[in-house]
């Protein structure tokens, strides 16, 4: 085991992972773990409000417990990454607030944006299948999740499968634009 002192500093990357919920993004996440090349920590934000205590939080403090939540998940993928490892972030953006935030704790030349797509029907299709979301959360999401307009990548999991998602995103990571999506939405490139 090499001694921390000689462990050579490194920034990671981040593939940022968008889309509404039941979009597909876990699963390729999972797909990308198996077939990218060195460690990648999967974080996704559902394992996230996931580790939040069973102790009710009082229906007039929840908006600030989420809010919380989101921002220190958004920093703990930075710090991740500030490590030097290599991150696949799994994020819904439904609001303006957590793009911006992002935008300002995430090395912006270190993230690959990707945009994950799937058809309303579809959408709905799946959230009925998995039973644990409310039907038309992801709907509800859809204008709000992809309204900057702006990735590195955008892929349509209605018409592509997880590991197709998972090989075209392996495939652009050597070739990553100059500047990246989130450097062009920071307004640093």
Known sequence: MQHLSSVPPRRGLVV???GTSSSGKSTIAAELLRILDGPYFHMPVDAFHAMRSGTPVPPDQLDVALHR???GYHRAVAG???AGNDVVMDHVLSAEWRLRDCLA???ARDVVFVGVHCPPEELARRERARGDRPGGL???QLAQVHAHGLYDLELDTGSLDPAE??????EFLPDRPSPTAFERLAGTG
Request: aromatic share 10%; charged share 20%; hydrophobic share 60%.
């Open 16 to 18: 940022f992972l968008n």
């Open 69 to 71: 939540t989101w921002r």
């Open 165 to 170: 998602c998972a090989r075209r995103i392996k």
């Open 80 to 82: 991740m990454a500030a």
């Open 138 to 140: 992801a709907a509800a």
């Open 105 to 107: 704790v995430l090395p």
